[in-house]
Structures are given as structure tokens and as C-alpha cells.
């Protein structure tokens, strides 16, 4: 049994994994970029408490679109960009996810997260910060992010998801982060 869920597993991973980070287009990354602005509007319209987030973080990834669902094997993908403090484009990012457990059903939601320390967003960069189902993120409502703490450098804040899905399922989100510098 333990071998149908790791190939099942891998299954579900491999075909999200060839997403790219980037942005094709220049037409493509202005889109992106609007619907990140649309997104960090609505979150401090939403709970202005939030604002702390932005104002003393050493950086953030803001995903306005992450696209879930599943039948056993689940999947999501979201793309997003990256800033460092004082709101600096520096690049792009893509989440992928893969589940495997009791689930049926599809969803979306955006997803934001506050990185504490220089140090934080660096691991995040290099691919090493990953979040395991295990991660607590933080529904974005009014005076939630009052509340609200770093954990392991990091504070994630999601919206309410769109549609519906029901899960009982193990997973975890992994990041991939291309610069700036290396666009075009």
C-alpha cells in the first residue's frame, strides 16, 4: 500500500511541477502584477490590521490565484510576486502542491506570506522553505492579523477559498522563486 501512495503521490506532483514561475509575457506580468495590487488593496480594506505585515516585514509573496482540487490525488498551483520591505518587486514565485487522502472537490483562494527576517526571505528564495500540513495560515478577516504571529519567520494569511472541497488529505507547498535578473 505504501508504495500505490508514493507513486500516486508522485503522480499528482509531476503534473504541476512543470509550471514556471515566470510570467511568459510582458503582457502577462502586468496582468499578474494588477491582480497582486488588487489583492494587497482588498486584504487591507479587509483588515486594516494587516498593514503591520507590510510595514515591518523583511518581505512578502503575495499569490492572488491559487487554483485547487483533487479526487484522492489533489494538486494546486498558484503564481505570484515577490517583494522585499518597502514593497520592491524582486521577482516571481510559483506554488505548487500536491495531497493525497479523503478529498473531492476544487477551489480557489489567495494566499500571502510575511517573511519576519532577511533571513526568512533568503530561504524562501532558495527553495528550502517549504510548508507542510502542518503550517497554520491565518483567514483573512477583520482584526485577524491583530493576532497573528511569526512562526519559524514566517506569517501566512489566506483568503476565503472559492467553491468547494471537501479534504482530509496530507500535502505540503513548495516554492519556486526566479529574480528579476533573470527574466529575459
Known amino acids: 500500500m505504501n508504495l500505490l501512495t ?6 499528482a506532483f509531476s503534473c504541476i511541477v512543470g509550471c514556471n514561475a515566470t510570467p511568459r509575457t510582458e503582457s502577462d506580468r502586468r496582468v499578474l502584477s494588477a491582480e497582486v495590487q488588487a489583492l494587497v ?5 479587509k483588515d486594516a490590521s494587516i498593514s503591520k505585515y507590510f510595514d515591518s516585514a523583511a518581505g512578502y509573496a503575495a499569490f492572488p490565484s491559487i ?3 483533487g479526487f484522492i490525488i489533489g494538486g494546486a ?5 515577490v517583494f522585499t520591505s518597502g514593497g520592491t518587486l ?3 514565485s510559483d506554488m505548487t502542491q500536491a495531497s493525497i487522502g479523503a478529498q473531492i472537490g476544487g477551489q480557489s483562494f489567495s494566499e500571502i506570506i510575511f517573511f519576519e527576517t532577511k533571513e526568512a526571505l533568503a530561504s524562501f528564495k532558495t527553495g528550502t522553505l517549504a510548508f507542510s500540513a502542518t ?4 483567514a ?3 482584526g485577524a492579523a491583530a493576532a497573528a504571529k511569526y512562526e519559524n519567520g514566517v506569517v501566512i494569511f489566506l483568503t476565503q477559498p472559492k467553491g468547494l472541497m471537501a479534504e482530509l488529505s496530507v500535502g505540503g507547498q513548495q516554492f519556486n522563486f526566479r529574480s528579476l535578473a533573470d527574466v529575459e
Open 6 to 11: 508514493a507513486l500516486l503521490f508522485s503522480l
Open 41 to 45: 488593496v482588498a486584504l487591507k480594506e
Open 67 to 69: 487554483g485547487k482540487g
Open 77 to 81: 498551483f498558484g503564481r505570484g510576486e
Open 90 to 92: 524582486i521577482g516571481y
Open 135 to 138: 503550517a497554520s495560515a491565518v
Open 140 to 142: 483573512v478577516q477583520s
